[in-house]
């Protein structure tokens, strides 16, 4: 058997009978966690250090002074006023080309994110009332950037187009006040509910801190496991795999109150809006990671396997869980998968509850799914209990 | 003689890899079809490469021909789709927070009659902004259908005040915009995603890769064997006689339990039967106990006086053939995905190709590095994990560089994933010249004969630390 550390040794040395009830099998469980630096890590040290690590880069949270161009081949008054008004605004931080090459240029070294051109003979067209216009060149590459560079443009371009027409009505014996009011005749109110900064860390922390729960719990969970089998100790009755589960996920959902309290709290993200509903989804959610995590040690029967093959999984399972892609967008046979995967309801579930304060009778779906793949993991496992292990049953 | 015996070196250790990869299905796996289900499944997820028809609602107390008109034109919208039409905000609001839809449209009571007496009528429109991907969209497509109104309100005003139909669209907007989207004209997801996230991918499991296959040597206490075998022939004979042979799962359970009732407690035992390392070796398989002798006759190996540093880094090479060679193809397999239909040019291609093979490379090194560095594979997997598995987040693509915060950004300047995607979107979306991405192509190349460099000296010295071979 291979060596773990020198007090594992020692039980190899002596073969004990798997602990079979309940509580033994909570208490057994939580100190051979604790024992294990590897464990101890994976299930809490871990988890704490992303809460931290991960929202780290979004801590300016709004996209603000993108670096832009602007080739001005006008330099007329008007134009002149387009440039400053560009400049003025909050969302772009303005720099002048000369042509349009360097201004690619610029792009393709990073440099600035787009650029606006202002045709020769603008000012010209606008008075003597012909067509005339602007391009805004944004960096397709790069989604967040582009549409803060068009709307920063649009908005400079807009409020000087505005006031154009305005002069021309008033010129035309229009009333001034009035001719303001018709800038646009119908205008967009937008009221962001729920994330009202729109931070782009307040959008994807929240979900992401239930990928990171759920990774680290079922790596944990599938590391004890397969260190067990191992030492030939994974076999336990069915009240002792509870029991196992339940230790698991006692500590993880420690960890979890960890980022609806303290986590969420310390970046000023929209939290809390449903604590007890939030709180209910932990306790169905962490078991049913940690019997999956359990399921999984079984089979992967080693160690280290859970890391190397968990560890790349995040990415995908986020993008099918439906948050920040949407689901209907998948191919058909991926959305019927994906509800195999906890996080799947759990964002979600998560998201509603704790960010937008729905009820639990609204997120029932989330909670049913939940628990229909908590009994579905634990009877695959009482069934891999049974499979794997005739002879025991044949001794008692 | 001595460019032979480098050769030797590197073909006795992709040998030897080979043999392990063979009779391990799940090594085997991990290095041949995970990252060739990844690149695939990564592409299938992002097939439909724009959003369209998401769910949204509208409250109309306004009930005008208008109204109609407004309600009309936003389901007409690509992006967006009138589920229902809802008549009270609790109502809407309940339905938000079910997630029936993302957004609610109030079309308030005096429409109608603000816009034919000529006043402003605004729309409301209130998104659930915590789901951002679907808020952006619909707050697009909604600005979208305002502006198709306005703009149809004020020319149809214009018109009826006399003045000509082309010079009352002039007249509604003197100075209009030309939105340009400069590369990726479409907004494909595919390519703004899909080619970005496999890369990302394909480094989170190099990495993982890296550090395993020189962790499971330390890991098993085989490191010692494998640099004998490597070095000489002579060694090889020596070690291979010893070592038991194709011992299935339970049987070496069977062993070690009578290992353990011997009282002879030997740690090599249990590694070489159980983790199949015998399969290296002759058929004949020897009881546990004579096994015992391999630890009289490995640490001689191991701490043989001259660990030839060449040998070791062709050796190194040898053993990470295989997983270079399966990356190399696959990464050929997610760049012609994600090469667009416009014409790429072949440099650019080239140039994109050569910085993810670095990567590659540089991945398995790093692997290896935190691995040997730690002397433990599961601490190299950890450290991997920490650091591969978020480094999308931090690479710039779907958060702008720009906005990350200062401090933030050395952690991303230092991550070689930062890098590769800005060679990648460069070169593959904004059809930038080759010669502006060289530095990245460089930088990538001096990473990664550094860290290879940096293996095999840690390699020396972990040979040179036998007592700590072993640790989980």
């Known amino acids: 058997m291979p060596p773990l550390s020198t007090d594992h040794n020692a039980k190899v040395t002596q073969p004990q009978p798997p602990v079979q009830g309940f509580f033994a099998s909570f208490f057994q469980t939580l100190t051979d966690v604790f024992k ?361 | 003689m001595r460019l032979t015996q480098l050769s030797e070196a590197f073909i006795r250790s992709a040998a030897y890899e080979r043999r392990f990869l063979h009779k391990n299905p799940w090594d085997l796996t991990m290095v041949v079809w995970i990252p060739l289900l990844t690149v695939l499944l990564i592409w299938w997820i992002f097939s439909q490469t724009q959003i369209t028809n998401l769910p949204i609602g509208v409250i109309d107390q306004d009930n005008g021909p208008v109204a109609n008109t407004a309600v009309r034109y936003l389901d007409a919208s690509p992006t967006l789709s009138v589920r229902q039409m809802y008549y009270s905000a609790a109502e809407a609001e309940a339905a938000i927070l079910q997630r029936d839809i993302y957004a609610v449209v109030i079309i308030p009571e005096d429409f109608s009659r603000n816009i034919l007496s000529s006043k402003s009528a605004p729309l409301i429109l209130q998104v659930n902004a915590q789901y951002g991907t679907h808020s952006g969209i619909i707050q697009t497509g909604v600005q979208a259908v305002a502006g198709t109104l306005s703009a149809g309100v004020e020319i149809q005003r214009l018109i009826k005040q006399g003045m000509a139909p082309s010079q009352a669209a002039i007249a509604y907007s003197p100075i209009s915009i030309q939105r340009i989207s400069l590369f990726n004209a479409a907004t494909d997801y595919q390519q703004f995603l899909a080619s970005t996230v496999i890369p990302a991918l394909l480094h989170i499991l190099a990495m993982v890769i890296g550090a395993t296959t020189i962790g499971r040597e330390l890991r098993d206490k085989q490191l010692g064997h494998w640099y004998g075998f490597i070095a000489s022939a002579q060694a090889y004979d020596n070690l291979s006689g010893n070592i038991s042979a194709n011992i299935s799962d339970s049987a070496s359970a069977s062993a070690s339990a009578s290992a353990n009732i011997s009282g002879n407690v030997n740690n090599n035992v249990a590694d070489n039967t159980v983790q199949k390392i015998a399969a290296l070796s002759q058929p004949a398989a020897k009881l546990p106990n004579s096994t015992a002798k391999d630890n009289t006759n490995q640490k001689p190996v191991s701490t043989l006086p001259s660990v030839h540093m060449g040998v070791l880094l062709f050796g190194l090479l040898g053993k990470y053939f295989w997983p270079m060679l399966a990356y190399g193809l696959w990464s050929i397999l997610a760049l012609w995905l994600a090469t667009p239909q416009e014409s790429v040019a072949s440099s650019a291609v080239f140039a994109t190709y050569l910085g993810l093979l670095l990567l590659m490379m540089l991945s398995f090194w790093l692997g290896a590095i935190f691995t040997l560095g730690s002397f433990s594979l599961r601490m190299g997997l950890s450290a991997t994990g920490f650091i591969s598995a978020p480094s999308y987040a931090f690479a710039g693509v779907t958060f702008p560089y720009i906005a990350i915060s200062d401090s933030a950004k050395h952690w991303s300047d230092a991550l070689p994933l930062t890098h590769y995607l800005k060679l990648h979107i460069a070169q593959m979306q904004m059809q930038a010249p080759v010669a502006i991405s060289l530095p990245i192509l460089y930088g990538l190349a001096i990473a990664t004969v550094v860290a290879m460099m940096l293996t095999a000296l840690l390699t020396k010295r972990a040979l040179a630390h036998p007592e700590r071979w072993g640790a989980r």
């Open chain 1, 36 to 396: 294990d630096k590897g464990i101890v890590l994976m299930l809490i040290i871990a988890p704490i250090i992303y809460g931290f690590f991960y929202p780290w880069p979004y801590s300016s949270e709004v996209v603000n002074h993108v670096p832009v161009g602007i080739v001005d081949k006008d330099n007329s008054d008007l134009s002149r006023t387009i440039v400053r008004y560009a400049s003025a605004s909050p969302q772009l931080d303005t720099r002048r080309f000369l042509d349009e090459q360097s201004a690619k240029e610029a792009i393709w070294a990073d440099e600035i994110a787009g650029y606006m051109v202002i045709p020769s003979g603008l000012e010209q067209n606008v008075l003597s009332g012909k067509a005339a216009s602007v391009s805004v060149l944004g960096n397709g590459g790069y989604f967040l950037l582009n549409k803060n560079v068009q709307m920063g443009f649009l908005k400079a371009v807009s409020t000087v187009s505005a006031g154009v027409k305005i002069k021309k009505s008033v010129a035309q014996g229009a009333y001034a006040p009035t001719a303001a009011q018709n800038a646009q005749a119908v205008p967009l109110q937008i009221v962001p509910l729920y994330n009202q900064t729109e931070g782009y860390g307040a959008y994807v922390v929240p979900a992401v801190s239930i990928i990171i729960l759920q990774q680290t719990l079922l790596m944990a969970t599938a590391m004890l496991i397969g260190t067990w089998y191992e030492q030939r100790r994974h076999q336990t009755s069915i009240s002792g795999w509870l029991g196992r589960i339940t230790a698991l996920s006692t500590l993880s959902f420690l960890i979890g109150c960890f980022y609806y309290g303290w986590a969420f709290e310390l970046h000023h993200y929209p939290r809390g809006q449903n604590m007890l509903g939030s709180l209910l989804f932990l306790l169905l959610f962490c078991p049913t990671v940690a019997t999956l995590g359990c399921l999984l040690g079984l089979w992967f029967r080693q160690r280290e396997r859970s890391m190397q093959i968990l560890i790349f999984s995040s990415l995908p399972m986020f993008f099918v869980s439906g948050y920040p892609w949407p689901a209907d967008q998948l191919p058909t046979f991926l959305q019927i998968v994906r509800w195999f995967i906890p996080t799947t309801p759990a964002i979600n579930t998560s998201v509603q509850l704790n960010q937008m304060g729905a009820s639990i009778s609204q997120v029932a779906t989330g909670f049913y799914a939940l628990a229909a793949l908590w009994a579905l993991y634990f009877a695959l496992l009482v069934w891999l209990r049974w499979y794997n292990a005739p002879k025991r049953r044949q001794v008692s």
